[in-house]
C-alpha cells in the first residue's frame, strides 16, 4: 500500500512531469504525443497508486508507465500512420545541448532509451532494467553499445 496521499502525487508529478515529457517524446518523436502519454501515464498512476509498494520508487514507476503509455501509442500510430508521412516531421523539444538531443533523437530506439534514461533522467542500470523490462546485462550493453554510436556520430 502506497504512503503517497494526493497532495504528495501532485507534487510528484509536477516534479517529474519534464522527465516523462522528455522520455516520451525520446520514444514518439512528436510532441502531443509525447504530451499524450504522459497525461494518460498521470492518470493511470493515479487510479493505480495504492500498487505502489515503496514510495521512494515513484519517480521509477512513474518513468516505467511512461514508458508504457508512450510505446502504446507509438504502435497505435504505426498501424495509423501511413511511413511516408512519418518522415520530415519537426522536433518540437530541444534540450540546452540542441546538437546533441538531435544526434541522440537519431539513434535506434532501444539505445535511444537507455541513453535518455540514464543520462537526462539520472537512473541507474537497476531501475532502468525496471522501467523498460529488460535484463541489467542488457541495459549495460545497449548503454555502452548506445555510447559508442553517439561517438561515432558526433
Request: charged letters at 30%; glycine letters at 4%; proline letters at 2%.
Amino acid at each position: 500500500m502506497s504512503k503517497i496521499d494526493n497532495e504528495t502525487f501532485a507534487k510528484l508529478v509536477r516534479e517529474y512531469s519534464i522527465n516523462m515529457y522528455r522520455l516520451s517524446y525520446g520514444i514518439l518523436h512528436s510532441k502531443s504525443d509525447a504530451e499524450d502519454a504522459v497525461s494518460e501515464a498521470v492518470l493511470k498512476a493515479y487510479e493505480n497508486l495504492k500498487s505502489l509498494k515503496k514510495p521512494e520508487s515513484f519517480k521509477a514507476w512513474i518513468m516505467q508507465i511512461t514508458v508504457n503509455e508512450a510505446r502504446r501509442i507509438y504502435r497505435r500510430a504505426q498501424k495509423e500512420i501511413p511511413a511516408d508521412q512519418s518522415k520530415g516531421l519537426e522536433p518540437a523539444f530541444y534540450d540546452e545541448h540542441h546538437e546533441l538531443w538531435d544526434v541522440v533523437m537519431k539513434l535506434k530506439e532501444g539505445y535511444r532509451e537507455v541513453i535518455l534514461l540514464y543520462f537526462y533522467e539520472q537512473m541507474s542500470l537497476k531501475e532502468i532494467s525496471k522501467v523498460l523490462h529488460i535484463a541489467e546485462g542488457t541495459v549495460k550493453s545497449r548503454l555502452s553499445r548506445g555510447k559508442k554510436l553517439l561517438k561515432e556520430m558526433l
